[in-house]
């Protein structure tokens, strides 16, 4: 069983910063992509930022690249997703998402992952 629990998140101001954690359990994850999507009141969720556990290749949205970072701690099975520079169009609700490790879905795409946190609400203040 997979669980995934995300913290971190909170309401700022504008030009804050964050850093969201996704704590993994359940299974080995390094053959695995994480991933970090959103979804704002009324939208779709859509993609963040995904990382490869064991060789670190990450991918990010344009609209938040050179603002937020995705990385990993192996050793706590823990993702971080570092968020500066924020602007209250980053308002959404923050999922940690874990792959099944057979997708042949591209890192991007939320049809790849299947395990989901209960997500983490990021409220940012203009």
């Known amino acids: 069983q997979v669980q995934l629990v995300e913290s971190g998140g909170g309401l700022v101001q504008a030009g804050d910063s964050l850093r969201l954690s996704c704590s993994a359990s359940g299974r080995a994850f390094s053959s695995y992509f994480m991933g970090w999507f959103r979804q704002a009141p009324g939208k779709e969720r859509t993609f963040v930022a995904s990382?490869?556990?064991?060789?670190?290749?990450?991918f990010i949205t344009p609209s938040v690249k050179g603002r937020f970072t995705i990385s990993r701690d192996n050793a706590k099975n823990t993702v971080y997703l570092q968020m500066n520079s924020l602007r209250p169009e980053d308002t959404a609700v923050y999922y940690c998402?874990?792959?099944?490790?057979?997708?042949?879905?591209?890192?991007?795409?939320?049809?790849?992952?299947?395990?989901w946190g209960q997500g983490t609400q990021v409220t940012v203040s203009s």
């Open positions: 998402a874990a792959d099944t490790g057979s997708s042949s879905y591209a890192a991007t795409s939320s049809l790849r992952f299947a395990y």
């Open positions: 990382i490869h556990w064991t060789t670190g290749v990450t």
